[in-house]
């Protein structure tokens, strides 16, 4: 039996000229979501910007340490990496909130109240351990949010700018930065506890500006399918591609979302072991973990924090005059150049920018390393170490700034994707803790320290140079892929070199339990229109064998059909028992097709009003056709009936009578449907009309 395939017209410049508008508009809405939410990013850039200026106040230096006068190196280092400590817990308990309570929720709880909490200990501190403890609490604050506002940012963005999108939480922080500078170069000379507890206070405006502008963003669609609630989902992405929640591109996208969340948890649910197991529908996953802990270890080993927690210090022994301005003049430089980066992520890509960034930062740092060890004149060592200094910030700010948390944002498949994430993220803050604690014993000139000075820069740019090798040798690229087309990337591409000549393709799971697929490579195009030549529904211009393709079976001996770039559950038989190699714990569906059409019908139901879109109908009327023609076939087998993988698809598809008793109850339908010989081609293309 062959299902009838919808049939799609080439685009006229008509359409090209609306689906440019449709991706502006699209793209307008993230900038503002991916914005609002990179405040987040800002609380930490401010919190790290502060402590670089109030350790070196006077009145902090007289009052807050044990031994007044001077902070030892020890509680410089405690103080400072503190904050990371925290952050490292708060980023490995985000998963338990946000996969619970959703992104958004996190978010506001974790700023409001987390962040709040810490900032009155700040603000409250007198001595070391008060002020340890408050930059501890807003460390778990800081951690939480890390792990959640790059995922909410890359699952709420279209893929032709979730790059640039994520990219901009390294963008607040760098602001977070340089505003914390500027505040405290208009405190540091008020000799009483105003110098520092005015900064440290006016942190409760961001924290508020961000639950405030959280409040109007939509929840990410992607958590709402996770918890089966595809109404939600249509009206969050509804919001997000500011489209009516009847468009059928609308409707397509969470087709596919969902379509590929059912895959992957019809092998089970996940653990966080399973982030570092493949199989369920997950490819090289021990690779993927190592690549995304790997960016993060080698973004905080650049170097680029011992600028930012100790530059002051630094500039100061190294005889620069006024060692405040130096300092913030190198947060102006991280604000500036994280523009390009924004732009360049999704021009060369992921793999391009960070190697080409690295070698740079390399270079920076042995410049300064080489002239501050063999050259004597301090001037000279001066100018050639705030000019490479700046060079050095500008290279990361525009590559590894941004980029780590954009590639670590996309590696991963939605049933792992917060849980691998936290763990990516908690690595950042552990090699953040490390190397802040240990620097200052690196480069002070006391008891017990190395003294290294600038021959600590040889260490950094040592580290910059191994992070451009495992960067060719580990990393994917990404650039231009939905976050569901991934993981097929990760199967199909032998190494990293490989996967930057990859091009989006259909994917069918319905013959491999698995998690093994076949392919049909669209060139490129965004999803495929299978040729009406064709009678199993594949496109003919395909570089795969056609003869092979229709050879292959669905363990109820029904044809494939590669449609439309969709993912789909593996399939059972049609009495609802799964085959034998299947490994699946939920039922299956007896076709590939029927299973994504009535997907399709599920989520234009979650939303449609009372005039149902044209492609809804289309849809409902092949679906019952299908039905039909399925009904007679199996006459006597009434036992013999399909189930869709997903309980909410159920549960959606009961309230509305069920689409199969909808079709046989339609008398009027059932007698057209059995004196038409064929369904006619439908003439879809218009945009309205695609499905």
Known sequence: MTLPILQTNSISSEEE????????SSSQSAIIVGLVAAVGGFLYGYDTGLINDILEMQYVKAHIPSQKGEFSTHERALITAILSLGTFFGALVAPLISDTYGRKSSIIVSSAILFNIGNILQVSATDVGLLCAGRGVSGLSVGILSAI???????????????SIVFTYQWAITWGLLIASAICQGTRRIQSSASYRIPIGIQFAWSVALCVGMLFLPESPRFYVQKDNLQLALKSLSKLRRLPDDDADLIEELVEI?????????????????CFRSGGGRHKQKLRMATGMGVHAFQQCSGINFIFYYGVNFFSNTGVGNYYLMSFFTYLVNVVFTIPGI?????????????????????????????????????????????????????????????????????????????????????????NFVCAFITPYLIDTGQHTAALGNKIFFIWGGFNAFGVVFVYFMVYETKGLKLEEVDFMYMNCENSRVSTKFVSRAIDYSTMPNGTSTAVNTGGKETSSPSTGDPNGFNTDTSVEMADLRQRKTP???????????????????????SADSTMSTPGVTDYQKYILALREQSGDAMRRTDSSHTSASTHRLFKLNDKKRQSSEAGTSNHTSSFSSNALQDGIGKKGGLVNAALDSDSDDEEDEEGAAPQEKDISDPKDQV
């Open 17 to 24: 000229h609306l689906r440019h508008l449709r991706q502006k």
């Open 556 to 578: 109820n001996n029904v044809h494939l059909v590669a449609h439309d770039n969709m993912l789909a559950p593996t399939l059972s038989n049609t009495s609802g028992e799964s």
């Open 149 to 163: 506002v790059p995922l909410y940012q890359a699952e709420a963005s279209p893929k032709w700018v979730r790059g």
């Open 258 to 274: 969902k379509a590929n969340y059912d895959y992957e948890m019809s092998f089970g649910k996940t653990s966080v072991l399973d």
């Open 343 to 431: 732009v360049l992520i999704e021009v060369v890509g992921r793999r391009k920018l960070l190697m080409w960034g690295g070698c740079s930062m390399s270079v920076s740092n042995f410049i300064i390393a080489i002239v501050g060890v063999s050259v004597q004149a301090q001037q000279t060592r001066s100018i050639v170490s705030i000019v490479f200094s700046c060079c050095f910030i500008a290279c990361f700010a525009s590559s590894w700034g941004g980029c780590t948390w954009a590639l670590s944002a996309d590696m991963f498949s939605i049933s792992i994707r917060q849980k691998a994430i936290a763990i990516t993220v908690a690595t950042n803050w552990l090699v």
